[in-house]
Nanobody, 126 residues
Framework: VQLQASGGGLVEAGGSLRLSCTAS????????LGWFRQAPGKEREFVSS????????AYADAVKGRFTISRDNAKNTVYLQMNTLKPEDTAVYYC????????????????????WGQGTLVTVSS
């Protein structure tokens, strides 16, 4: 599985961005998909994850109510809609994936993912 993230950029505080991550392979519908981020000088942290069907999702407290994860299995793509952005959201955002045979949707640790994208930079100015 290869993951390609896009959609990052520079935005003012209070603005919105939508990140996309396209996965290769014929079994994308079997993947749990997630987003992590790494701010300068900090460790990578969990942002959100979504079940294979897209019906269930988990969010970090810091983004709950502002970010929405979704997926389109027909397009092999997972999205992260980010609204009401804050300067502290500035980070490189990484998409991640791992196979699951269940309705699992809440995976918050890096070690729970096998596949990673290259990251896309989001910068929020104050």
């Amino acid at each position: 599985v290869q993951l390609q993230a896009s959609g990052g950029g520079l935005v003012e505080a209070g603005g919105s961005l939508r990140l996309s991550c396209t996965a290769s392979g014929r079994t994308v519908s079997r993947l749990l998909l997630g987003w992590f981020r790494q701010a300068p000088g900090k460790e990578r942290e969990f942002v959100s994850s979504v079940s294979r069907s897209g019906r269930s999702a988990a969010y970090a407290d810091a983004v709950k109510g502002r970010f929405t994860i979704s997926r389109d299995n027909a397009k092999n793509t997972v999205y992260l809609q980010m609204n009401t952005l804050k300067p502290e959201d500035t980070a490189v955002y990484y998409c991640s994936a791992d196979y699951t045979i269940s309705s699992d949707y809440d995976r918050r640790e890096e070690k729970q993912y096998t596949y990673w994208g290259q990251g896309t930079l989001v910068t929020v100015s104050s």
